[in-house]
């Protein structure tokens, strides 16, 4: 096969990786990869059986990884908060892969009053990044990941209602979240260069995944999913594009990578390609200017 893999996972002995959402799915995929590598891997997840869960099937496989559990709800600032506190504690951090995410919920509002999928998809890796960078900054050649979907080219920003107080279409607010992804990982890779800072900011996507994401799915759609999986990617593919943009050599920040056929569905992993709207400067300043104001976390100032 042409493009990245699992196997192509350079060793991370001595590296330490903190993966969002790593009970399940992608998250799961790419944290069992990491450890099998030698990574000292942090399961930041908000379910604490979960996660041991996880854990315990990781080290059923590989019986040497180096696993720890960080609780974190990304609907929940505070959590986020007390979750970076915890990861500091940490000799080094090398790679925030930033993968927790919700899909197509009914409309439900995070522990701060917010739309679900704007404040956990986006609000809360906002939150986390921010307060972690200096930690990352430590560590040369360190790098932070953050998970968009090919969704967002559906995406288009409802400035005047960002946590649909006045209507709301689940499918609308999830890719809107996952352009708002791509924005914020541009951004800080711009606002990174331009403090001279050694730290990369990297976009990715899992393409078409079979992930426990598809439980909001129509029941029309999730009857035809079993079929539709034999051609797109298992879980284990779709962790391909986070797993390149965490560990291999000659990434460079501002990229942004995919599987590389059926449009970007499924396969292995290489450079992808996002819509023009996911570049525009003006609209990811003005939602970096909001996200500060709602989470209270200003990145690269050290607040």
């Known amino acids: 096969m042409s493009g990245f893999t699992a196997k192509d996972v350079p060793s991370q002995r001595g590296k330490c990786v903190v993966v969002t959402g790593a009970n399940t799915g992608i998250g799961f995929a790419a944290a069992h990869v990491l450890a099998e590598r ?10 604490r059986d979960k996660a041991q869960n996880a854990m315990a099937r990781i080290r059923n496989a590989v019986p040497s990884a180096d696993l720890a559990f960080v609780p974190l709800d990304q609907a929940d600032l505070g959590s986020v908060r007390d979750a970076a506190e915890i990861i500091g504690w940490e000799p080094r951090v090398d790679v925030l892969l930033n993968n927790a995410g919700v899909m197509f919920p009914p409309l439900q509002r995070t522990v701060q009053g917010h739309e679900l999928q704007f404040g956990v998809n986006h609000l809360g890796t906002f939150a986390l990044t921010g307060l972690l960078l200096g930690k990352l900054a430590q560590t040369p050649g360190s790098r932070v990941v953050v998970t968009s979907s090919l969704a967002h080219g559906g995406g288009k920003i409802d400035w005047d209602d960002i946590d649909a107080y006045r209507s709301y279409s689940r499918t609308q607010r999830y890719s809107d979240s996952k ?10 890779d711009r606002r990174l260069r331009a403090a001279g800072s050694p730290l990369k900011a990297i976009a990715c996507h899992p393409g078409i995944a079979a992930t426990e994401l598809v439980r909001h799915l129509p029941a029309i759609a999730r009857l035809s999913w079993p079929v539709m999986t034999m ?3 298992s879980a284990e593919q779709g962790a391909w594009p986070a797993l390149q943009a965490a560990t291999a050599s ?23 390609r996002c819509k023009d709207k996911a570049r525009d400067t003006i609209a990811a300043e003005r939602l970096w200017n909001l996200s500060v104001e709602l989470t209270g976390v200003d990145p690269l100032s050290g607040k």
């Open 231 to 233: 051609v797109l990617n």
């Open 38 to 47: 030698g990574a000292r891997v942090l399961l930041a997840c908000r379910d």
């Open 179 to 188: 352009l708002m992804n791509l924005l914020f990982a541009f951004e800080l």
């Open 250 to 272: 000659g990434v460079q920040g501002g990229e942004y990578y995919g599987p590389q056929r059926l449009r970007g569905a499924a396969g292995p992993s290489g450079l992808a």
